[in-house]
């Protein structure tokens, strides 16, 4: 049916708007799932470390336990960092049911909320065992993507409104009928 690719950095919201979105589908009988990458990558990808080749490695796997879900009928969002074009593009290769949604919010923001003291630890003294030293964004890369289908910009919007866009994004794109549909926000 879709699947959509949910990136952007750690705190920027993907899972809470993709819970959001699943709990307004769920409640309209439609099938989604949610591939979080928090809570897939231990179990799919446990042997994988966080160089390039294991990040791209671990989307790749995710992205194809997504697409089996999409192609049999399921509304499939993967909510991970996802911080390469090139392996972005790899997914979207899968067929034009594949979409990118760029969760975007700017650094000052994250550091703002960082909700599990990951920019804190970031700008950690490189001997301190406690430093992150591969924070997506930071200090490790983050390509924006080139081409995303949908971007919202959840420093500048609530959560309720950045929720609401993406459904109405994804029901727009499933032709979900009998729907009041609002307008994108011209950000």
Same mark, same amino acid.
């Given at each position: 049916?879709?699947?959509?690719? =949910? ?5 920027? $919201?993907?899972? %809470?708007?993709?819970? $959001?979105?699943?709990?307004? +589908? ?9 591939? /979080? ?9 446990? /042997?994988?470390? +966080? ?15 997504? *697409? ?26 899968? $067929? ?9 919010? /700017?650094? #000052? %923001? ?17 001997? /301190? ?5 591969? =924070?997506?964004?930071?200090? #490790?890369? @983050? ?5 995303? #289908? ?15 866009? +993406? @459904? ?6 499933? *032709? ?9 926000? $011209?950000?």
């Amino acid at each position: 049916m879709l699947f959509i690719q =949910l990136t952007g950095l750690s705190g920027s $919201g993907k899972t %809470t708007i993709a819970e $959001g979105v699943k709990e307004k +589908f769920l409640s309209k009988g439609i099938k989604i799932e949610i591939i /979080d990458a928090d809570i897939y990558r231990p179990i799919l990808c446990p /042997d994988l470390g +966080f160089s390039k080749t294991d990040r791209q490695e671990n989307i790749r796997r995710l992205g194809f336990v997504a *697409n089996l879900l999409a192609v049999n009928g399921v509304i499939v969002i993967l909510a991970a960092i996802n911080p390469y074009q090139e392996i972005r593009e790899e997914l979207n290769a899968y $067929g034009p049911h594949v979409k990118t949604v760029w969760i975007n919010c /700017d650094l #000052d %923001t994250l550091f703002e909320r960082d909700t599990k003291q990951l920019y804190k630890r970031s700008q950690l003294a490189d001997d /301190d065992n406690n430093k992150v030293k591969n =924070l997506t964004g930071v200090n #490790d890369p @983050y390509e924006a993507p080139k081409n995303a #289908d949908l971007v919202i910009y959840t420093n500048m919007e609530t959560k309720e409104e950045s929720i609401e866009r +993406f @459904y109405n994004y994804i029901s727009q794109e499933i *032709n979900l009928p009998s729907l009041k549909l609002i307008a994108n926000v $011209g950000i």
